[in-house]
């Protein structure tokens, strides 16, 4: 059974009423764990019986015969209590065989949920095939890239709003395999839009922050149009490109790259060069490096024949 199969059918159950005394809900995906948790929390108890018949643990501060002892009593003035203990992924090996006796045999009168988070639960134990016969043990594993869109759209459905198979799978590819986060965003647009209104891309857009042009181009392969990474260091190379020609025009020192004088076809360039920095004398400081006799050689130096005067 899958992900999805189990998780619907100890919904149903629950949300019709019918109570195991055991949930054992173990496995990487803890947003199906979490759900059933809350779901068994709200369904089993009425608001005012839970203050005396509501007890949550941790596995960190607590043994299994705390747990068994807190399982072993009667619930006050209720059909019955629950007990949830989480962080069950925390204990030990031998204090899942300290609770395999309760597993066997547990209390008609409590239900008892155990959250074993972000890991399997060792299924070859006694314990779990103990909860296996007496309750429900639930494995939640995460789900597959091509079942994404199919969950959005269930759970979009269950908060009485419509979302295209396209815009599904939107918001599965930008979000990815994060049900927590996706189940967030589901609830942003359900806040945003119209009960049986229809969620569009321009809505995921806007609320989500989701480029529909982004993801067409990221599922052709294409890279999007991003600033370059590496501008910063194109802009230190520039400026040290301009400290050096800075240099070489006030007489500071040579051009390691002028070996010989520059041919009249180069003299543009280095008119180029000038202009760029933008001052009077650098003309005639980039003729004595090059060791040109007369300035009458470049075309375009009105202004050094002005400053030569």
């Known amino acids: 059974m899958s992900t999805l199969d189990g998780y619907k059918a100890v919904m149903k159950d629950v949300q019709a009423g019918k109570f195991k005394p ?23 108890l009425q608001e005012h019986e839970r203050d ?35 962080e069950a992924q925390s204990w030990r090996p031998d204090q899942w065989d300290k609770l395999e006796a309760y597993a066997s045999k547990p209390t008609p009168t409590t239900v008892l949920v155990i959250g074993h988070k972000h890991k399997k639960l060792d299924g070859r134990k006694g314990f779990a095939k103990a909860a296996a016969k007496t309750g429900v043990v ?15 759209q269930a759970y979009v459905t269950h908060h009485k709003r419509k979302i295209g198979q396209s815009e599904a799978m939107l918001l599965a590819e930008h979000l990815g395999s994060d049900l927590g986060k996706t189940a967030m965003e589901v609830e942003k647009l359900a806040l945003v839009t119209q009960e049986g209104a229809n969620i569009t891309a321009d809505t995921i857009q806007r609320y989500v922050g989701i480029s529909k042009e982004y993801s067409q181009q990221a599922r052709s392969g294409a890279r999007p149009n991003r600033p370059a990474r ?4 194109q802009q230190r190379h520039r400026q040290r490109q301009r400290r050096r020609w800075r240099s070489v025009a006030r007489g500071h020192r040579a051009d390691p790259f002028l070996t010989q004088p520059p041919q009249p076809s180069s003299l543009n360039s280095y008119w180029q060069v000038c202009h760029l920095i933008s001052q009077p004398t650098a003309l005639i400081a980039i003729g004595n490096a090059a060791r040109i006799a007369s300035p009458s050689a470049f075309t375009h130096d009105s202004r050094l024949k002005t400053h030569d005067s």
Request: aromatic share 10%.
């Open 52 to 86: 005396f018949n509501l007890t949550i643990l941790y596995g960190r501060d607590c043994d299994a015969e705390q747990v068994k002892d807190t399982c072993l009593r009667y619930p006050m003035m209720a059909e019955r209590q629950v007990v949830i203990l989480r």
């Open 230 to 233: 590496n501008r910063p260091a």
């Open 138 to 152: 639930f494995h939640s594993e995460p789900l597959k890239d091509h079942e994404l869109p199919k969950w959005i």
């Open 22 to 44: 055991l949930y054992v809900l173990h496995g990487e995906e803890g947003f199906f764990i979490d759900r059933v948790s809350k779901e068994i929390e709200e369904r089993a």
